[in-house]
């Protein structure tokens, strides 16, 4: 079993600035991609950062230039740093990674996901 944790939300002014974490656990033997959604509320859920196992990454035309995602492998980790955040970033986060468990248990990589972190900006 796997299991993504993630923490980091809280509740910030316009402007400033949250690194939201997510940990995976469990029966790994290797993590493809990692990437962060967010879902507000009345909306649609979208695609905010997605970072590759070799660094690459992309991000929502939205967050650009004020959001990084990163990750540190040996930890199973993945990061968000959000700076000049906006009330329009206003949503719970949840991460999600692709995992491939270890060959023995002979099961093909799946889609894994956080249980979500609260994001609240207030203008």
């Known amino acids: 079993q796997v299991q993504l944790v993630e923490s980091g939300g809280g509740l910030v002014q316009a402007g400033g600035t949250l690194r939201l974490s997510c940990a995976a656990s469990?029966?790994?033997?290797?993590?493809?991609?990692m990437g962060w959604n967010r879902q507000a509320p009345g909306k649609q859920s979208e695609l905010v950062a997605r970072?590759?196992?070799?660094?690459?990454?992309n991000y929502a035309d939205s967050v650009k230039g004020r959001f990084t995602i990163s990750r540190d492998n040996a930890k199973n980790t993945v990061y968000l740093q959000m700076n000049s955040l906006k009330p329009e970033d206003t949503a719970v986060y949840y991460c999600?990674?692709?995992?491939?468990?270890?060959?023995?248990?002979?099961?093909?990589?799946?889609?894994?996901w956080g249980q979500g972190t609260q994001v609240t900006v207030s203008s």
């Open positions: 970072i590759t196992s070799g660094g690459s990454t």
């Open positions: 469990g029966s790994i033997f290797s993590i493809n991609a």
């Open positions: 999600n990674g692709i995992i491939a468990p270890p060959p023995s248990m002979r099961a093909p990589p799946s889609d894994y």
